[in-house]
């Protein structure tokens, strides 16, 4: 499969937003599962969030209200943007689109 790319990451300060995009180089339509991980230093990677090609969408407790995950099919692009940022979000952030990773994209909040 061929590997989706991650892009959006960076620093911010606590309280700040940040949009992450994953873009897949074939079509997303037919793939059901699409997700946004994390995983911090000296931390197991965990999911953030879960849409399925039904929309249906899933999220860690830790995100719930402050996270978004979204997809375009048009463009190949699963997204998640991220509100109300806290230094505890600090961690690379890896896309998967059905059973391919992406590289990762590293996410530092901090004032």
């Known amino acids: 499969q061929v590997q989706p790319v991650e892009s959006g990451g960076g620093l911010v300060q606590p309280g700040g937003s940040l949009r992450l995009s994953c873009a897949a180089s074939?079509?997303?339509?037919?793939?059901?599962?699409m997700g946004w991980y994390r995983q911090a230093p000296g931390k197991q990677r965990e999911l953030v969030a879960h849409?399925?090609?039904?929309?249906?969408?899933t999220y860690a407790d830790f995100v719930k209200g402050r996270f978004t995950i979204s997809r375009d099919n048009a463009d190949n692009t699963l997204y998640l943007q991220m509100n109300s940022l806290k230094p505890e979000d600090t961690a690379v952030y890896y896309c998967?689109?059905?059973?391919?990773w992406g590289p990762g994209t590293q996410v530092t909040v901090s004032s």
């Open positions: 074939r079509s997303i339509s037919s793939i059901y599962g």
């Open positions: 849409i399925t090609s039904g929309g249906s969408k």
């Open positions: 998967k689109t059905g059973a391919a």
